[in-house]
């Protein structure tokens, strides 16, 4: 008997083609955007990418927000688990949105680094701050907030702004921590 080339069920009167195989019913729902394409042409490959996309949907999907932090972070305390929005604002990097069990932090810190500038003839401190996060997702991965990207003064108004900022991020994953470790 056939077998669905994804999940292995086996095949009996509903089946879909691709171009490597058959498909059952529920592969095929989500391997085609709920029946909105057709598989005939694709590759297992390109059917599993897609697959992936929909799991990835549903997840999100399943993510209830009972904290949040401007863009930064968001928290669902029901389930446990965390949302990095990362908009590129704040990332310095092309990522999407990814979301992390509370079990999953090892690690956050706020880390700050300053240089001494002369502007326009008067000594200036000048730093960048962002948020570091460790987590656990087999290997260690490393997530950078950046508040401040670019060096800017010191006693400035928005560096003062968002280091308190930085603060309130690092305290509440701490905390979202502590809270499944007690
Ligand atoms: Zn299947």
Redesign the pocket.
């Known amino acids: 008997m056939k077998e ?6 086996s095949l009996r009167f509903i089946k879909f083609k691709c171009a490597d195989g058959y ?6 729902e989500k391997a085609s955007q709920n029946f909105s394409q057709t598989i005939k042409n694709r590759t297992k490959e390109e059917l599993l990418k897609q697959f992936d996309t929909a799991i990835e949907v549903k997840e999100e999907a399943a993510f209830e927000i009972s904290r949040k932090i401007n863009q930064l972070l968001l928290f669902d305390d029901k389930n446990q688990q965390f949302c990095l929005p990362n908009h590129k604002k704040y990332t310095k990097e092309d990522l999407k949105p990814e979301i992390y069990p509370f079990s999953a932090i090892i690690n956050c810190q706020m880390m700050e680094e300053q240089i001494e500038k002369v502007v326009k003839k008067k000594k200036q401190t000048l730093g960048c701050i962002k948020v570091v996060l460790t987590l656990d997702q087999g290997e260690k991965v490393t997530r950078a907030i950046w508040l401040i990207p670019n060096f800017i003064n010191t006693t400035s108004m928005p560096y003062q702004t968002m280091k308190s900022l930085a603060e309130n991020v690092v305290n509440e994953i701490n905390q979202s921590r502590e809270g499944i470790l007690c």
Do not use: P, Q, R
């Open positions: 669905c080339l994804i999940c292995k069920t498909v059952c019913k529920n592969c095929y």
